[in-house]
């Protein structure tokens, strides 16, 4: 199975959380543009990086990324 409902899970408790791609992005230490790309499952984030955003998302980093190995 591919990791596109990544896009899903990641965009929407994003938007939950009230953050633009582009806020995610600077909480991160990231830019935006890196932040479409995991939404649109161009890249992965890191280990490191899955477990930051699900801290700040406030969600558990399987519910994120529910078919990467982390």
Do not use: H
């Not at 543009?33 to 980093?61: H, K």
């Amino acid at each position: 199975m591919g990791l596109g409902k990544r896009k899903n899970r990641l965009a929407y408790w994003r938007r939950v959380r009230g953050l633009s791609q582009d806020e995610l992005g600077r909480l991160l230490r990231v830019a935006g543009r890196t932040v479409r790309n995991w939404e649109l499952d161009v890249t992965t984030p890191t280990r490191d990086q899955g477990e930051r955003i699900a801290s700040l998302l406030r969600v558990n980093v399987r519910e994120l990324f529910p078919f990467t190995i982390f």
